[in-house]
């Protein structure tokens, strides 16, 4: 009964691969979101899906392509993959319109490492 | 630019005692502020949140303060608990911006000794 599932945990792949996450969650939320973890620890924000639409989209490079085939899914695939893509990416979600941001939920974060 | 930083990369703690996290802030477009813990190999987990019109808000054994004019919050916990043992973020949002983008700290480590 997980709430928000991420496949797979762990990812380690050669530079210039191209690589997917899946996200799924089953709590019936709007709003799906990406982010990273780098090395300094810092959890920043990549995208947002609202209803399969893209809402947010913080100066990620164009090789990394979110995908929403359904608000239950937000897939994320990054193409070409460099070293500085080495990073745990964490899905979550929440319910559409909380004010002030609201509490989100989050997957348990898929490391990624390129070698 | 860090709008939000936690500047004790860590904390130590007796257990039964009181933990205090510390946040600042830098935008005063911010009016909802969250807390999240995090062991390790797992996601963040929402602990406790404060309204932009609050002052402070508890629940259990965990109360967040906020003081808008020093553009600061704190998380207590008391008393700790050595379950309590976590990275603890806090993150920051501004209403009537893009849905729920939460702008976060880089976490303090806290440790709680039996």
């Known amino acids: 009964d997980t709430a928000v599932s991420q496949t797979p945990k762990y990812l380690v792949t050669q530079m210039g691969n191209d690589k997917s996450i899946k996200c799924e969650q089953n709590?019936?939320?709007?709003?799906m979101y990406w982010y990273k973890q780098d090395s300094k620890k810092f959890l920043k924000i990549m995208f947002s899906?609202?209803?399969?639409?893209?809402?947010i989209n913080e100066t990620v490079p164009n090789r990394f392509s979110p995908k929403s085939p359904d608000k239950a899914h937000l897939n994320l695939h990054i193409n070409s993959l460099e070293l500085g893509d080495s990073a745990v990416y964490f899905c979550?979600?929440?319910?559409?319109?909380?004010?002030?941001?609201?509490?989100?939920?989050f997957g348990p974060g898929t490391r990624l490492t390129v070698l | 630019d860090q709008q939000v930083k936690q500047n004790s990369p860590s904390l130590s703690v007796q257990e039964g005692r009181i933990s205090i996290l510390n946040c600042d802030y830098t935008?005063?477009?911010?009016?909802?502020f969250l807390w999240y813990k995090k062991y390790p190999a797992e996601g963040p987990t929402f602990l406790i949140s404060?309204?932009?019109?609050?002052d402070k808000n508890e629940d259990g054994r965990f109360t967040v303060f906020l003081n808008k004019s020093a553009k600061h919050l704190s998380l207590h916990i008391v008393p700790s608990q050595p379950g309590d043992s976590a990275v603890y973020f806090c993150?920051?949002?501004?209403?009537?911006?893009?849905?729920?983008?939460?702008?976060f700290g880089q976490g303090t480590i806290l440790t709680v000794h039996p």
């Open positions: 979550a979600s929440s319910r559409q319109g909380l004010a002030g941001g609201g509490e989100q939920f």
């Open positions: 709590l019936g939320h709007d709003t």
């Open positions: 899906y609202n209803n399969k639409e893209l809402i």
């Open positions: 935008n005063s477009m911010f009016d909802y």
């Open positions: 404060i309204s932009s019109i609050k």
């Open positions: 993150a920051a949002s501004a209403s009537g911006t893009s849905y729920g983008k939460l702008t």
